[in-house]
């Protein structure tokens, strides 16, 4: 069955420090891989997505993301954290032979400390 | 960029009665919506597939007497929480899908429903 892992329930980073968020998939076919972030009592805002081509997607607010197919991964990376960046991320998975429904990992809540 | 308006934002309702909830495609047709619920500290559940002129597809477990679903028009979807119950308590919100080759999902603002 389709699924989407987001094995770090929580992560704590220093406001300027990196950051990588992971996200392991497993769906049998090429994946529709994104990243949104959900403020508390808020929608989801989109930070990038993957449909094809070069492998590195590079998204809003200085995200990027790398699709690894040998990993069935798609971590999202920010060189530099800033405070306004603390919320939950999400990873999901698209599925195109599943009437386009998204499927979604656990997310993964960013604290970040000055 | 594609935005949808989700209403209402909140609303508290009594045991018993019916809430709907309207999410709008503002500037984009929307051929497809998606309602989720999401409870606190967890991830979204997809409750059903909307799709206009036709019946939406409940995922297994989702009550389609209970979460009666709407797509009458390319930029309107309603979600109706019916005889509605402390235990129906949640986040909801509703993504439509845009068109296209690279198509993106974007997502309403949620509706925190409250029954007393």
């Known amino acids: 069955a389709q699924s989407v892992t987001q094995p770090d329930i929580h992560i704590t980073v220093s406001e300027g420090a990196s950051l990588e968020l992971r996200c392991n998939y497993s769906?049998?076919?090429?994946?529709?891989l994104f990243w949104y972030v959900q403020s508390p009592g808020q929608g989801l805002q989109l930070l990038l997505k993957?449909?094809?081509?070069?492998?590195l997607v590079q998204g809003i607010k200085g995200f990027e993301a790398e699709f690894k197919r040998s990993q069935s991964s798609f971590n999202l990376r920010k060189p530099s954290v800033h405070w306004s960046d603390a919320a939950e991320y999400f990873c999901a998975v698209g599925l195109p032979e599943y009437g386009n429904k998204l499927v979604f990992g656990a997310g993964t809540i960013l604290r970040v400390k000055s | 960029g594609a935005v949808v308006s989700q209403h209402p934002s909140w609303v508290i309702c009594k045991s018993g009665t019916s809430v709907k909830i309207e999410c709008r495609s503002l500037d984009f047709q929307a051929t497809t919506m998606f309602w989720y619920r999401q409870f606190p500290k967890q991830s979204l559940m997809l409750m059903a597939t909307s799709n206009e002129g036709s019946k939406a597809t409940y995922e297994q477990g989702v009550e389609k007497d209970k979460f009666l679903i709407n797509h009458a028009s390319l930029t309107l979807s309603t979600l109706t929480v019916t005889s509605a119950h402390p235990e129906d308590s949640s986040f909801y919100i509703c993504?439509?899908?845009?068109?296209?080759?690279?198509?993106?999902?974007?997502f309403g603002s949620g509706t925190r429903l409250t029954v007393v």
């Open positions: 993957y449909f094809s081509g070069d492998t």
């Open positions: 993504s439509a899908r845009e068109q296209g080759v690279n198509y993106g999902y974007t």
């Open positions: 769906y049998g076919a090429t994946p529709y």
